[in-house]
């Protein structure tokens, strides 16, 4: 069975200004999305589920249904906040709903084989894509999950901060913990640092840091929904609270229910969270076109 690619798509892009999921970024209009899809595509996966607000739902559909079929199957997986399929029965008013674990887990009646999840705003290239595929083909298990990691000086932004989960890996390259650093950036002497307490404190430029490019299997839902439910209670009354990936994946290796192989890519990741962000993403991918990596039209 081929593995399944989540993209987790249903974020408000507030600081964006709009909805960046389905904005163009490439020569012909492509999305960030539609570069991870075809990445994803020639590395073997055989289905992608987008993680929506149903709302999106008819723009997301007529955006990508026409260009990828035939190209591989799809699927739509709604993020909302009823909480009442997870066994809560409350109603909690917030703005926005729990995070990205809780989008991982709203999938969870909708995927049945081994399955990555990534951002929609994030590109990530191929290395990573065929990496990912070959664990969720060959290693990965209900108690060994994996993520990707990039080196934190191919992560960085020339124009200002960036705040990054540096993983902590043991000898036998399974993450030991996921440790969330606020500001990082290049020091003055092209060295890589980040700020704690007022310090500069350095980090050696390969550190593995993740971009949220997660491996699992089904057995993820049952294992977290606990901790959800648990994750709820504790901030009911908290509007901002996010239940993110990394605390499943901090949970699950500190109960020993599940290992996390750190996989390592050196490809340069680039992303958009604000509007100043698109041109300079609109360059790296009309470099990756001129160098041959992507063709000028993806779905012709």
């Known amino acids: 069975m081929k593995p399944t690619l989540l993209i987790l798509a249903a974020g408000m892009a507030s600081r964006y200004g709009s909805m960046k999921q389905v904005d163009g970024f490439g020569p012909n209009g492509e999305t960030i999305i539609d570069y991870s899809i075809y990445d994803a595509i020639k590395a073997g996966f055989g289905k992608v589920s987008f993680i929506i607000r149903e709302e999106f739902a008819e723009p997301f559909k007529a955006i990508f249904e026409p260009k990828l079929k035939g190209r591989i199957e799809t699927d739509y997986v709604y993020q909302s906040y009823d909480l009442k399929p997870f066994g809560i029965d409350k109603t909690i008013e917030r703005a926005k709903p729990w995070g990205t674990a809780h989008a991982v887990l709203s999938a969870r009646n ?11 705003d994030d590109f990530y290239g191929y290395d990573a894509f065929e990496k990912m595929a070959k664990f969720l083909n060959t290693e990965v298990a209900d108690d060994k999950f994996s993520i990707i990691g990039y080196q934190v000086d191919r992560t960085l932004s020339e124009y200002g901060t960036v705040s990054r989960g540096v993983c902590q890996v043991d000898e036998n390259g399974n993450m030991v913990a996921i440790n969330e650093r606020l500001k990082v950036y290049f ?6 640092v980040y700020e704690e307490d007022g310090k500069e404190i350095s980090l050696p430029s390969n550190t593995p840091v993740s971009m949220n490019f997660w491996g699992f299997t089904p057995a993820v839902f049952k294992k977290t929904e606990p901790f959800f439910k648990a994750f709820v209670e504790k901030n009911e009354n ?14 699950l290796i500190k109960s020993g229910e599940a290992s996390f192989k750190v996989i ?3 490809e340069k990741w680039f992303g958009v969270t604000y509007k100043e962000d698109k041109p300079i993403v609109q360059k790296s991918i009309s470099e990756l076109v001129k160098n041959g990596t992507y063709p000028e039209n993806l779905w012709p």
Not at 110 to 120: M, R
Not at 238 to 251: R, V
């Open 187 to 192: 020091a003055k002497d092209g060295g890589v």
């Open 264 to 266: 390592p890519t050196g």
């Open 110 to 120: 909708q995927i049945h084989e081994p399955f990555c999840v990534i951002n929609a």
């Open 238 to 251: 908290d509007p901002k609270a996010e239940f993110f990936i990394p605390l499943i994946g901090d949970e």
